[in-house]
């Protein structure tokens, strides 16, 4: 979570890299849903 403010906070100061900070947010929120819908099918799969 810290870094998640840290990046917001930088976001704010720095207002040429919201941009890349969006869609680096982005790219993280897809990669970590993947992970738990791929985690939570290999679970209900292994039942």
């Known amino acids: 979570m810290m870094a998640i403010a840290t990046v917001g906070t930088a976001t704010i ?9 969006s869609t680096l947010a982005t790219g993280l929120v897809v990669v970590v ?3 738990i819908i791929d985690a939570c ?4 799969q292994w039942k």
């Open 13 to 21: 100061r720095t207002p040429g890299y919201t941009c890349f900070a």
């Open 33 to 35: 849903s993947l992970t």
């Open 41 to 44: 099918y290999g679970v209900y």
